[in-house]
T-cell receptor
Framework: SQQGEEDPQALSIQEGENATMNCSYK?????LQWYRQNSGRGLVHLIL?????REKHSGRLRVTLDTSKKSSSLLITASRAADTASYFC???????????FGTGTRLTVIP | KAGVTQTPRYLIKTRGQQVTLSCSPI?????VSWYQQTPGQGLQFLFE???????NKGNFPGRFSGRQFSNSRSEMNVSTLELGDSALYLC???????????????FGPGTRLTVL
């Protein structure tokens, strides 16, 4: 399977805490992207990490990639209520333009 | 730059009808992909268009079709609607780089289709 599998399926934390979501995949990849989706709306691109990168930051987001373990993690620091959403990872092989999504992690940040 | 736009945002149809959804990519983006999202199946790839040609297709029946125009705008069509076609349809645009699979895909807000 080319899709990513997010873990946990659901996560509930207090505002200000950090949230960590994990993604595992099975094939060799060229890059992996993380997306956020607010309830019933479009996906917002968060970050793309390439296979030769180990860590990437964007604001309060930190993404790691371990190609030997075929896994990635997304860390959101100092979470806010507005971070409440579903988060999806999309690993992608070179030469494959379409994205394969898992079922996502549903994050709830309690004010 | 304006983002990806999709029209209409909401649509209600009855079984047996057909529907056409539209997607305008980010200016300069030549690739448009379509995805279907349902509670049961999650996000699934429908097809991708690049330079007016279908470059890739997911595992959907022939009732699902699409096309792309010379200005990169894309439409998808679903004929003979079934109840199970009720879903959020998302399109994504990207500016393909030299190597396939290395670009970032940007999604529109989606069209919510309800089939009664």
């Amino acid at each position: 399977s080319q899709q990513g599998e997010e873990d946990p399926q659901a996560l509930s934390i207090q505002e200000g805490e950090n949230a960590t979501m994990n993604c595992s995949y099975k094939t060799s990849i060229n890059n992996l992207q993380w997306y956020r989706q607010n309830s019933g709306r479009g996906l917002v691109h968060l970050i793309l990490i390439r296979s030769n990168e180990r860590e990437k930051h964007s604001g309060r987001l930190r993404v790691t990639l371990d190609t030997s373990k075929k896994s990635s993690s997304l860390l959101i620091t100092a979470s806010r209520a507005a971070d409440t959403a579903s988060y999806f990872c999309a690993p992608r092989r070179a030469g494959a333009n379409n994205l394969f999504f898992g079922t996502g992690t549903r994050l709830t940040v309690i004010p | 730059k304006a983002g990806v736009t999709q029209t209409p945002r909401y649509l209600i149809k009855t079984r047996g009808q057909q529907v056409t959804l539209s997607c305008s990519p980010i200016s300069g983006h030549r690739s448009v992909s379509w995805y279907q999202q349902t509670p049961g199946q999650g996000l699934q790839f429908l097809f991708e268009y690049f330079s007016e040609t279908q470059r890739n297709k997911g595992n959907f029946p022939g009732r699902f079709s699409g096309r792309q125009f010379s200005n990169s705008r894309s439409e998808m069509n679903v004929s003979t609607l079934e109840l199970g076609d009720s879903a959020l349809y998302l399109c994504a645009s990207s500016q393909p780089l030299a190597r396939l699979g290395t670009d970032t895909q940007y999604f529109g807000p989606g069209t919510r289709l309800t089939v009664l």
